[in-house]
């Protein structure tokens, strides 16, 4: 008897999992509301510009108001990081129909709820739409710069990408595999 799957195959149409288009999804909406909860939180309870010590001077909040992008860089061109952040929101949600893989479906889920967590922050916030500025707070001991939850979820997801990558796992789930003629340590596929 046959294993249910949760893949759909039409005549012509590429298979979709379902349950890589919700692990995407919850990933994305935990990341999304997880983002702007603190971020909430961070403009009722601390001061612009005061830092409080969480661990020390390990980890500290400093609430600062974001008008680039990492590192402050791009200030006067916020409106150009709304646009790109809105293209990489819709090319994710037109390409995760092709995402088979529940590691790169994580992937793109943590991508996704960050860079709309962000987004929103430039649709959104002061000074105005399209140019609002994005709220950082959080700061770790000798790294350069201070950031939130949905910059650790985009940093996170580049990070697991080069994984997958560098293990040659594909959208699918499958693995790539390497030519014989180039890496002698690969032992030979089964085709059966």
């Known amino acids: ?73 791009g200030t006067g061109s916020t409106w150009i990081f709304a646009i790109l952040a809105s293209a990489v929101a819709v090319f994710i949600l037109v390409f995760a129909r092709r995402i088979r893989s529940l590691a790169w479906a994580g992937l793109f889920g943590l991508l996704l709820g960050g860079n709309l967590g962000n987004l929103t922050d430039r649709l959104l916030r002061e000074p105005g739409f399209g140019t609002g500025h994005v709220i950082d707070f959080i700061q770790v001991y000798l790294f350069p710069a201070i950031f939130n939850i949905a910059d650790i979820a985009i940093v996170s997801s580049m990070g697991l990408f080069i994984i997958l990558t560098i293990r040659g ?19 030979p596929v089964d085709p059966a």
Request: aromatic share 8%.
């Open 169 to 187: 796992v594909q959208l699918d789930g499958t693995r790539a595999v390497r030519d014989k003629k180039h890496d002698d340590a690969v032992e």
């Open 1 to 73: 008897m046959p294993e249910p799957t949760d893949t759909v195959t039409t005549a012509g149409k590429a298979r979709v999992s379902y349950r890589a288009l919700a692990i995407l999804a919850v990933v994305a909406v935990c990341v999304y509301l997880l983002d702007q909860v603190s971020k909430f939180l961070v403009i009722e309870n601390l001061t612009e510009g005061v830092t409080v010590d969480v661990i020390g001077e390990f980890l500290r909040f400093t609430f600062v108001r974001n008008p680039g992008a990492a590192f402050s860089i």
